[in-house]
T-cell receptor
Framework: NAGVTQTPKFRVLKTGQSMTLLCAQD?????MYWYRQDPGMGLRLIHY???????AKGEVPDGYNVSRLKKQNFLLGLESAAPSQTSVYFC????????????FGQGTRLTVV | GNSVTQMEGPVTLSEEAFLTINCTYT??????LFWYVQYPGEGLQLLLK?????DKGSNKGFEATYRKETTSFHLEKGSVQVSDSAVYFC?????????????FGKGTLLTVNP
């Protein structure tokens, strides 16, 4: 079972470059999330989606955009990368947002130089 | 807003020692509570959960009890193994309304030595 798959797994960007991180889930989940993980900060929610065609801002949305054109995919875009966006990015999905379990991808380690 | 506070790490134990990682929360409603574990180089995976007061979640020898009166969800294990070395995250999720996200604590790094 694939679960939640993130691509790429590693990436180095120069300041000002753009890129898109792809998250795909094969569990028919309604809810999808993008988190960033930084040392001493835990996980912080960037954007999330409660269904195909919907997106919403999380705690730290600035500098990021997202799209959910298909139910199984959730894309995270960086239009102009900054060193402050160096982080590990995790995508997650869940069937329901309340008591349901969230399933996480393996993460994308992004370095902006 | 919602928040989760868990004990600062790192925590270093010897094999077969008793483990407690404290977690307290602040929430406006009646949240579900979770412990997630992250092994080195991997994503997070659910360890256990509890959805209402006095529920006990358990898995792989780990336990946590939802205490509404103390707003706590402490993680315990009676005898840790080297393979339990990981980062542990306490989290909550509000049920109902439009709040569907998980709120995480900052994580506690556990290292178990042989």
């Amino acid at each position: 079972n694939a679960g939640v798959t993130q691509t790429p797994k590693f990436r180095v960007l120069k300041t000002g470059q753009s890129m898109t991180l792809l998250c795909a889930q094969d569990m028919n989940h309604e809810y999808m999330y993008w988190y960033r993980q930084d040392p001493g900060m835990g996980l912080r929610l960037i954007h999330y989606s409660v269904g195909e065609g919907t997106t919403a801002k999380g705690e730290v949305p600035d500098g990021y955009n997202v799209s959910r054109l298909k139910k199984q995919n959730f894309l995270l875009g960086l239009e102009s990368a900054a060193p402050s966006q160096t982080s590990v990015y995790f995508c997650a999905s869940s069937m329901s947002g309340g008591s349901g379990e969230a399933f996480f991808g393996q993460g994308t380690r992004l370095t902006v130089v | 807003g919602n928040s989760v506070t868990q004990m600062e790490g790192p925590v270093t134990l010897s094999e077969e020692a008793f483990l407690t990682i404290n977690c307290t929360y602040t929430a406006t409603g009646y949240p579900s509570l979770f412990w997630y574990v992250q092994y080195p180089g991997e994503g997070l995976q659910l360890l256990l959960k509890a959805t209402k007061a006095d529920d006990k979640g358990s898995n792989k020898g780990f336990e946590a009890t939802y205490r509404k009166e103390t707003t706590s969800f402490h993680l315990e294990k009676g005898s840790v193994q080297v393979s339990d070395s990981a980062v542990y995250f306490c989290a909550l999720s509000e049920t109902g309304g439009s709040n569907y996200k998980l709120t995480f604590g900052k994580g506690t790094l556990l290292t178990v030595n042989p």
